[in-house]
């Protein structure tokens, strides 16, 4: 009876550690794909480098945003 426990205890913990290890990827390559098509569309339009500039950081903000509250709730799954 307690190594069932134990078992779902430690499977609670690894799936908390795979959605927080998700997330954390996630956001990079959302971040990496922002920084990249951003430097695109400055090397074609030189004159819209301030527009762009803005605009990337919000989008950024945002992606970090949502892999923040994914990583909060990995965190609340495993200790909680």
């Known amino acids: 009876m307690i190594s069932l426990l134990l078992a779902a205890d430690a499977?609670?913990?690894?799936?908390?550690?795979?959605?927080?290890?998700?997330?954390v990827i996630?956001?990079?390559l959302g971040i990496g794909k922002?920084?990249?098509?951003?430097m695109d569309a400055m090397a074609r339009q030189?004159?819209?480098?301030?527009?762009?500039?803005?605009?990337?950081?919000?989008a950024?903000?945002?992606?970090?945003?949502?892999?923040?509250?994914?990583v909060i709730i990995a965190l609340l799954a495993l200790f909680v």
């Open 34 to 38: 922002i920084g990249g098509q951003a």
């Open 60 to 70: 950024a903000a945002l992606v970090e945003g949502v892999a923040f509250f994914a």
């Open 26 to 28: 996630g956001a990079g």
């Open 46 to 58: 030189p004159e819209k480098i301030n527009d762009l500039r803005s605009n990337m950081i919000v």
């Open 11 to 23: 499977i609670a913990n690894l799936g908390a550690a795979i959605g927080g290890g998700l997330a």
